[in-house]
């Protein structure tokens, strides 16, 4: 399956902008995993959920096929970054205690990847994978948001993007089924902070890319009043789905 590279382009944007992930849902992976010695996270993009995992995790290796997006990820000491596919981890069989991909199985060859998670897997080891789409800020400035995630990118957003707006319900999920836990994300951004988060997305690079023009300076034009001026605090949040599963 071929990479369809739809962020290496703005990595260091990405990995500025971009949320992280809250402690409660890591907290709530490491008690499903059989042990705390090592953790694959794939996709890892700016390593936002790899860092999250080496607090619970010895080792946690990080791997994505982006290597722009790698050169701007976050650095640990338990985190060990690399360049590969979802499809070949470079893992040895039986090594690691829990499998992740945050944000990312959207884009991935599914059947490779759950393959390679099967391969790398301990017994009992857990699998987990999780999205989210458009956030909640606050009405009246949330319906904007969705006209402009609809309507003015609309046409731009790649086909896989529909998946997180099912949650991933949708994906086939070969393993034992265990409850995703309630969480999201939150962040207290201005509406410039907004706007950065806004160029990260797909649909709005192939924008630009296409119509030569950028459509988030408009947009936040329009959005400043409803929002209360650009400098104005508010808080964006982003309620997470996905699957969790166990490897008999």
């Known amino acids: 399956m071929t990479f369809h590279d739809h962020f290496s382009a703005r990595a260091a944007e990405y990995a500025r902008a971009r949320p992280d992930y809250p402690p409660e849902l890591f907290n709530a992976l490491a008690a499903l995993a ?3 010695r090592a953790a694959w996270d794939c996709g890892t993009g700016s390593g936002q959920a790899a860092v999250g995992l080496a607090e619970h995790f010895a080792q946690v290796t990080a791997t994505d096929a982006s290597a722009a997006q790698l050169a701007e990820a976050r650095r640990h000491p338990r985190v060990t970054y690399r360049v590969a596919p979802e499809r070949a981890s470079g893992l040895d069989p039986n090594s690691v205690d829990l499998v992740t ?8 060859d599914r059947d490779a990847f759950y393959a390679e ?4 897997l301990r017994p009992k080891g857990v699998i987990a994978i999780w999205c989210y789409a458009l956030c909640h800020i606050a009405p009246g400035i949330d319906e904007q948001v969705l006209a402009f995630y609809r309507g003015t990118v609309g046409p731009f957003w790649p086909p896989e ?7 991933y319900r949708s994906f086939d999920f070969p393993f034992q089924e265990l409850t995703f836990p309630a ?3 939150g962040r207290r951004w201005n509406l410039i902070e907004f706007g950065a988060y806004l160029r990260t997305w797909s649909a ?5 890319a296409e119509r030569h023009s950028d459509p988030v300076g408009p947009f936040l034009e329009e959005l400043e009043i ?3 001026g650009a400098e104005a605090p508010r808080t964006v949040s982003w309620p997470l789905a996905g699957r969790i599963g166990r490897v008999p």
């Open 34 to 36: 059989p042990a705390h």
């Open 101 to 108: 991909a945050a944000q990312a199985a959207h884009w991935f």
């Open 117 to 120: 998670a099967r391969r790398v």
């Open 161 to 167: 993007r529909r998946h997180t707006e099912d949650g």
């Open 183 to 185: 969480a999201q994300m």
């Open 204 to 208: 709005v690079t192939r924008f630009t």
């Open 226 to 228: 409803a929002w209360g």
